[in-house]
């Protein structure tokens, strides 16, 4: 499925809960990164990792929080202190963090906070 | 940081008609500008894209534009197909890497 996955596809959550969100490639990337996408504000990022136990925040990562223990692993948590967390997430790699290597996308999470 | 605005929010045109989405940024130092074709329901994938040393670049029915000296690129799809229906989001890297920021996307419609 394009090499990329990201499960569960649907999630809900309590407030106060933290949860986690998988993405997993078998691509061989070294690059990987987490976006946000909500109606009419196209797509923010939220963290990305150039290689293996190193990753840097993007432009909204307050109330979120990652790990890149694995080259083909890049969990995303969703913690209590993400005040408006109900959105679509999107995992992304590419094969290095060089320009010009466009990114392949998972199909999405989407995280409803009940 | 890299702010990158994107117009119009929605177009509609008749199949067959050409259609022009258009995207300013703002970080001088921006060098790769890539576009995303997202269908309904489905993940983003990479149609076309422009390194800053050339101003135009060809696909088939598409074509990226850019001009670095006003800052903006635009993405022209001509012969226009149902299958083109979708969204379409523009992006740009910030500084020297490969991480980039999106545009706010446009929803083309392909008028049968």
């Known amino acids: 499925d394009g090499g990329i996955t990201q499960s569960p596809k649907y999630l809900f959550r309590k407030e106060g809960q933290n949860v986690t969100l998988s993405c997993e490639q078998n691509?061989?990337?070294?690059?990987m990164y987490w976006y946000r996408q909500d109606p009419g504000q196209g797509l923010r990022l939220i963290y990305y990792s150039q290689i293996v136990n190193d990753f840097q925040k993007g432009d909204i990562a307050e109330g979120y929080s990652v790990s890149r223990e694995k080259k083909e692993s890049f969990p995303l948590t969703v913690t209590s202190a993400q005040k408006n967390p109900t959105a679509f997430y999107l995992c992304?790699?590419?094969?290095?963090?060089?320009?010009?290597?466009?990114?392949?996308f998972g199909s999405g999470t989407r995280l409803t906070v009940v | 940081g890299e702010n990158v605005e994107q117009h119009p929010s929605t177009l509609s045109v008749q199949e067959g008609d050409s259609a022009v989405i258009k995207c300013t940024y703002s970080?001088?130092?921006?060098?790769?500008f890539p576009w995303y074709k997202q269908e309904l329901g489905k993940r983003p994938q990479l149609i076309i894209d422009?390194?800053?040393?050339?101003g135009e670049k060809k696909d088939q029915r598409i074509a990226v534009t850019l001009n670095k000296t006003a800052k903006h690129f635009s993405l022209h799809i001509t012969e226009t197909q149902p299958e083109d229906s979708a969204v379409y989001f523009c992006?740009?890297?910030?500084?020297?890497?490969?991480?980039?920021?999106f545009g706010t996307g446009t929803k083309l419609q392909v008028i049968p």
């Open positions: 992304a790699s590419s094969k290095s963090g060089h320009i010009g290597d466009g990114y392949t």
């Open positions: 422009i390194r800053s040393n050339v």
């Open positions: 970080d001088s130092a921006s060098n790769y």
């Open positions: 992006a740009t890297n910030t500084g020297g890497y490969q991480k980039v920021t």
């Open positions: 691509l061989n990337h070294d690059a």
